[in-house]
């Protein structure tokens, strides 16, 4: 599936109410908006991280329970609407949980594997049940300036 629009986007975002990962105590809602509420506290300019964020778990709905795929899955959604830095970096957060146990992938990413890595901690601490983290609509104009961009790049290319 390839995402095309900013609504489509939010509808799949919205979706992710109620649906949860054995053992986490937040649905993947909450956890997408604390992992992008984390990386906008940390990394303020980077819009684009924070975006990855977002929607890095959006894997997990559009095939459930094929676990190993989610990041590849998501990337794959998203790349079309928000650009190739949002898909590498979705893709490489799965891989950066690997990160120092010598000559993993995620070394692999060159100037990204930084951020992948402040991704995959940001995913790590998104759990806390009760946070206030905003809502999802606080996101969609950031959505819609870096769908917008991508969209103006891509013209260009």
């Not at 995402?3 to 649906?19: A, F, I, K, T, Y």
């Not at 819009?47 to 964020?53: C, P, R």
């Not at 995620?106 to 759990?127: C, F, I, M, N, S």
């Amino acid at each position: 599936m390839e995402l095309r629009g900013v609504d489509e986007l939010m509808d799949l975002l919205s979706g992710c109410r109620g649906v949860r990962t054995p053992g986490d105590p937040v649905d993947l809602h909450e956890h997408a908006l604390q992992t992008a509420a984390l990386l906008r506290r940390g990394r303020p300019a980077d819009k684009e991280l924070q975006i990855a964020g977002l929607v890095h778990e959006l894997g997990r709905v559009l095939r459930p329970g094929d676990r190993p795929a989610h990041p590849d899955l998501a990337a794959h959604a998203v790349r079309p609407l928000l650009g190739d830095r949002v898909f590498r970096l979705v893709r490489l957060h799965g891989l950066a949980r690997l990160h120092g146990a010598g000559g993993t992938p995620v070394e692999a990413a060159g100037p990204l594997a930084e951020d992948a890595l402040t991704l995959r901690q940001a995913h790590d601490a998104a759990h806390v049940p009760g946070l206030d983290a905003g809502v999802l609509d606080d996101w969609r104009t950031l959505l819609e300036l870096c769908a917008a961009r991508h969209s103006r790049l891509g013209a260009v290319d």
